[in-house]
C-alpha cells in the first residue's frame, strides 16, 4: 500500500474558478477526513466520512465547499468561486474505526493558491 | 469543545542531545487521544506517537515518547538523541474517542531546529 495519495500537489488558480481536488485512502480504510490548514497554523478539520456517508461537517466548510466521496473509496473536496482566502493546504487523511492511533494517516496534501 | 495548546516559541537543540516539547490539552470527554505529527517543510503530516487516556503506561516509538500526565493534561512530547532531520514543525492533537475514529483538534505547532 502506497499510503494516502492527493493530487494534484499545487494549483493556482484565479479568483472565481473551481477547483477540485482529490484523494485517495489506504485501501482498508472506511475512514476519509478533509483538513485544511493555512500558513504558521495547524489543520482546521473540515469534514469526515465513514464509507459513502458524511458524517460530519465543519462550520469552516462553507456553502461554496462540497465534498463527496461516492463508492466508499477516493474522494473530492470541490470549491466553488474560489477566494483569496481559500488559499491554504488542504490535507486528507484516512483511517480505519476502531484502530489505534497509529492508523491515523495523512496525505502530502494539496497546496492551493488563488490569485 | 476540545482545545491543544502549544506555547513553546521556536525550539532549538544541539544534534545528539534530548529535547521536549510541550502540549497542554483541554476537553470534557471521559475517553480521548492524544497524537503528535511532524511536518517538514516538504508539507506531509508524519505520524509520531498516539496515547489514549485510558492506557497506564507512557507511549513510546523509537526515540520518541510522549510523557503524559493526566491530572496536569498534558501530553509532552520527547525526542531522545536529536538528529539533523528532525528540524522540522511538531503538531500535538486531540481526538474526542480513543483511537483512530474522529476528527482532530490540533495546536499551533512548534518549530525545532537541530543544530550540528
Known amino acids: 500500500d502506497t499510503g494516502v495519495s492527493q493530487d494534484p500537489r499545487h494549483k493556482i488558480t484565479k479568483r472565481g474558478q473551481n477547483v477540485t481536488f482529490r484523494c485517495d485512502p489506504i485501501s482498508e480504510h472506511n475512514r476519509l477526513y478533509w483538513y485544511r490548514q493555512t500558513l504558521g497554523q495547524g489543520p482546521e478539520f473540515l469534514t469526515y466520512?465513514?464509507?459513502?456517508?458524511?458524517?460530519?461537517k465543519s462550520r469552516l466548510l462553507s456553502d461554496r465547499f462540497s465534498a463527496e466521496r461516492p463508492k466508499g473509496s477516493f474522494s473530492t473536496l470541490e470549491i466553488q468561486r474560489t477566494e483569496q482566502g481559500d488559499s491554504a493546504m488542504y490535507l486528507c487523511?484516512?483511517?480505519?474505526?476502531?484502530?489505534?492511533?497509529?492508523?491515523?494517516?495523512f496525505g502530502s496534501g494539496t497546496r492551493l493558491t488563488v490569485v | 469543545a476540545q482545545k491543544i495548546t502549544q506555547t513553546q516559541p521556536g525550539m532549538f537543540v544541539q544534534e545528539k542531545e534530548a529535547v521536549t516539547l510541550d502540549c497542554t490539552y483541554d476537553t470534557s470527554d471521559p475517553s480521548y487521544g492524544l497524537f503528535w505529527y511532524k511536518q517538514p517543510s516538504s508539507g506531509e503530516m508524519i505520524f509520531l506517537i498516539y496515547q489514549g487516556s485510558y492506557d497506564q503506561q507512557n507511549a513510546t516509538e523509537g526515540r520518541y515518547s510522549l510523557n503524559f500526565q493526566k491530572a496536569r493534561k498534558s501530553a509532552n512530547l520527547v525526542i531522545s538523541a536529536s538528529q539533523l532531520g528532525d528540524s522540522a514543525m511538531y503538531f500535538c492533537?486531540?481526538?474526542?474517542?480513543?483511537?483512530?475514529?474522529?476528527?482532530?483538534?490540533f495546536g499551533k505547532g512548534i518549530t525545532l531546529s537541530v543544530r550540528p
Open positions: 466520512f465513514q464509507n459513502e456517508a458524511q458524517l460530519e
Open positions: 492533537a486531540m481526538s474526542p474517542r480513543a483511537g483512530a475514529n474522529s476528527k482532530l483538534t
Open positions: 487523511a484516512s483511517s480505519l474505526a476502531g484502530t489505534g492511533g497509529s492508523g491515523y494517516t
